[in-house]
């Protein structure tokens, strides 16, 4: 951070779908949270510097660079956001943490364990946050609090979901189709597994499977096609058992994250499709579940609005958790979900892997 100026200069790489999120997010960040200091969109890099360019005046950055390279050897940049595909994750945190930069990192964490691994071995004890935004929403920042303070006992059943549909065609062109770290599992089954960590504690073993659709991506049409569903049943470490998936070719859903937790006093149940509701049912004193509207006094719902039941959206998630990474930075909180958690989250997606491939109950 330039401490005589009250300044951090951000600099972004990749100007995507994710780019633009954070490219957003940065340029409202401190004003929404009262930081007291200027967040700088300082300088983008792209997959070339024409891309570059084109976000540049189309965001507001101050500097254009040639290459993610020479952003994070820039002197004029003192935190950077990988908002880049995953195979680049661990080179660009390397870079990052030799010119001792602040990180805040796109899930998943590299392409494998051992990357993730490395990941939180070089950033040591530099700011560092990873992207798991759906656990930032108000509405299961009350769920975590409840879960705390014991409003439905403990825990003894979960159920994750996140099911979309976004490639039941098969002719669709995206580059998550092939790559073990581009199908489901690497994509859209680290969120689900997240939420698990974060609410109801530790995996210890799981049982899974993964699939292509068959109708959609099957051997003879699309070989070395990667999966589309997964599904995994498992332990946790405080007693209770569970069911987590993830689907891409799951009709109708636009963005099913959903999770239901089942405790000794009662149950909680989320829906990311109505993100500013939270569902819960209290045993021997509510005839059913009861809707929580999310309201100031949840998470940082008071960041963006003072009345309840008027609802924050997907970009807000991104503001909560860049406003997290700027108070590592501060040193006024430490940031979470840190690299940490996103390494628990690979070795859960990992342990996954194997029991596909024994078909057997596997220790994470």
């Known amino acids: 951070m330039n401490n005589d100026n009250g300044i951090i200069r951000v600099g972004v790489i990749g100007g995507g779908y994710m780019g633009k999120a954070h490219s957003v997010a940065a ?22 510097p024409e891309s570059a360019q084109r976000y540049k005046e189309k965001f507001g950055f101050h500097l254009a660079f040639e290459s ?9 940049i003192d935190a950077v956001i990988i908002a880049s595909p995953q195979s680049t994750h661990l ?16 899930k998943p964490m590299g392409q494998n364990l051992a990357e993730a691994q490395a990941i939180v071995e070089v950033a040591g004890n530099l700011p560092n946050l990873v992207g798991y935004n759906y656990i930032q929403t108000p509405a299961t920042a009350l769920a975590k609090s409840l ?8 825990i003894i059943w979960y ?26 599992l690497g994509d859209l089954m680290p969120h689900p597994v997240h939420c698990a960590l974060t609410l109801a504690g530790p995996i210890q073993s799981v049982i899974a499977d993964l699939k292509k659709h068959p109708e959609v991506r099957n051997e003879r049409t699309h070989p070395y096609a990667n999966d589309d569903q997964v599904q ?15 689907s891409r070719v799951a009709h109708g859903k636009k963005m099913g994250l959903t999770y239901e937790i089942h405790g000794t006093k009662g149950a ?29 006094g949840h998470g940082q719902y008071a960041m963006f609005c003072q009345g309840p039941g008027h609802g924050t959206g997907y970009q807000d998630q991104i503001i909560i958790e860049q406003v997290a990474f700027y108070k590592a930075i501060l040193g006024s909180e430490p940031a979470r979900p840190s690299f940490a958690d996103g390494l628990e989250v690979m070795k859960v997606c990992t342990a996954i892997r194997q029991s596909h491939h024994t078909q057997s109950w596997t220790v994470v």
Not at 68 to 75: F, H, T
């Open 159 to 184: 159920r994750g979901e996140h099911h979309e549909d976004f490639l039941v065609d098969a002719d669709c062109n995206e580059w998550r189709k092939s790559g073990d770290a581009n199908g489901t």
């Open 27 to 48: 340029r409202v960040a401190s004003a929404n949270a009262e930081l007291g200091v200027e967040i700088r969109l300082e300088g983008v890099a792209a997959s070339t």
């Open 232 to 246: 995994c049943m498992c332990s946790f470490a405080n007693g209770a058992n569970g069911f987590i998936s993830a």
């Open 268 to 296: 909680l149940k989320f829906d990311q499709e109505d993100q500013n509701s939270l569902h819960l049912y209290r045993a021997g004193r509510d005839a059913g579940f009861q809707r929580i509207l999310a309201a100031p």
């Open 68 to 76: 993610a390279e020479a952003l994070l050897e820039s002197d004029r």
């Open 91 to 106: 080179r660009f945190v390397k870079l990052a943490a030799a010119a001792r930069k602040a990180m805040l990192c796109e």
């Open 147 to 154: 879960l705390e303070n014991g409003a439905i006992g403990e």
